[in-house]
DNA sequence: GTCTATATCTCGATAGAC
DNA sequence: GTCTATCGAGATATAGAC
């Protein structure tokens, strides 16, 4: 007997098995971006779409290759978002390149919020080899930023500040916009992007 | 100073009871943080002081008890902290008032980086009333940095941007200082409280 | 693909001896 | 104040029917 009200595609299996994996997916996003990744009970996860727990185990090995999954297809979407941001600004400048990075980094982290949020805090959960996974697609990523900051930096266009300080800077201030942001709140993404990048880039003290 | 508020004696077994009780407390930041407070078993905080982890029910009530211990005694250090700096900072330009104010808050989070880490990240693995209870701690921090940007913007000292985008903007990234900051490392206290003030004021752009 | 039933383990917490 | 022994709950994961 179907418990969850939907309706069984019988005519694409493959279809409905990719919509199934995704249904799981968000739901466990939702899960672990609520209650950390030890917080997230399976039985929970299951039950929030309407499944049992052992049902699982058809669409995905381990609880840990599930998070693993999230944290892989994060990081390497943001990664392309960005990436392509850069690229595609129309531009040599440090000082564009560096605002469209930050438009794409904030815009992400806005959509995308859970996501982002759980790739951002939950590579303690992780084994030594998937961290070690994870950590090295977070190293790539950062190095899309700080080349950009290098860029500049050599160019006179910005301050003479420690590269890795500035990095972490900028990264801890924009990734936290997973933390508080609401869609349909007094801000658009607009918004905050914008806000940021000018406040990265200028600071907050008016020009006198 | 001692850290917890108390007056410890030497000598007494109430000195004894508040040394272990500290014990027990570090070992709990310490697991906590790098496993999550889902991810920080008892037996393991008991196992990491030399006892058995039904001795621990000696010291606290529960290990919520403890966690909530953890934020409340860390948010009040840090409120007491960042108060003092900005009032006996000497000056009544929120310019210095709000460099005073990042500098103590980076301090905090560099030098007890693990409470710190632990205080910005469990909220929710406190139940309903106790995660209100902390909520309200952290909303009035918050309003010692929301009052001097309000300040310098109505003084026409600050840019007039959004007051909550630039409060979460600033307080987002000098709260990662206590994810990434290692003591004895390259970089001093003093490098990133003062590379953090120079940053949130005047930007990564150079002067023209 | 999902189910029921279950194995195995670990968790927080308590009881009571010393 | 710490110990051993234990309880009951809930965790991930597996087996096998349908």
Redesign the pocket.
């Known amino acids: 007997m179907n418990?969850n009200g939907r309706t069984p595609s019988a005519s694409t299996?493959l279809g409905?098995?990719l919509d199934?994996r995704q249904t799981i997916y968000d739901a466990m996003v939702h899960l672990i971006y609520l209650k950390g990744y030890n917080g997230?009970?399976?039985?929970?996860v299951a039950e929030s779409i309407g499944?049992?727990?052992?049902?699982l185990?058809?669409?995905f090995a381990?609880?840990?290759d599930l998070l693993l999954e999230i944290m892989s297809r994060t990081m390497n979407d943001l990664t392309e978002s960005v990436s392509t941001a850069i690229n595609e600004c129309g531009s040599d400048e440090p000082e564009h390149r560096l605002r469209a990075a930050i438009l794409a980094h904030v815009a992400f982290h806005a959509e995308r919020r859970e996501e982002a949020f759980v790739a951002d805090s939950e590579l303690r959960a992780l084994d030594a080899d998937n961290r070690a996974l994870i950590a090295s697609l977070r190293d790539k990523y950062e190095e899309l930023f700080a080349q950009v900051l290098r860029d500049g930096r050599s160019k006179g266009i910005f301050i003479n500040l420690d590269e890795r300080l500035a990095l972490n800077a900028l990264l801890g201030m924009c990734s936290q916009v997973s933390v508080w942001y609401r869609s349909g709140g007094r801000l658009t993404i607009d918004d905050v992007s914008k806000g940021y990048s000018d406040l990265f880039l200028s600071g907050v003290l008016s020009p006198h």
Chains 1, 2 share one sequence.
């Open positions: 418990t299996p409905a098995e199934r997230a009970p399976l039985r929970a499944i049992r727990m052992p049902s185990y058809h669409h381990s609880k840990e």
